[in-house]
């Protein structure tokens, strides 16, 4: 069996270098450069903002979020 990159994970892929924003499934938004993404959409991101439900920011140098919590992704219009 041969398995396939989808064109989300392939956008992804093409997104590494810029800033994207992702909501996780707690609600919870993050901005920032995506550093790597991996094909299980796990992804790795540094200098980012980050706003809280209740829109409280706060900023973290690097982040590695699992990719079965994030809800959506925001990539640069360049790559659509």
Known sequence: MTST?????????????????L??????????KLIEAEDNMNVQLKDITVTARDGRVSHLEQVYIRGSHVRF????DMLR
């Not at 990159?5 to 924003?21: D, F, M, S, W, Y």
């Not at 909501?23 to 901005?31: A, D, F, L, M």
Request: charged share 15%; no cysteine.
């Open 23 to 32: 909501e996780i499934t707690s609600g919870q938004t993050y901005r920032g």
């Open 5 to 21: 990159i989808g064109i989300p994970i392939k956008l992804l892929n093409e997104a590494q270098g810029h800033i994207v924003t």
């Open 73 to 76: 992704f925001i990539v640069p």
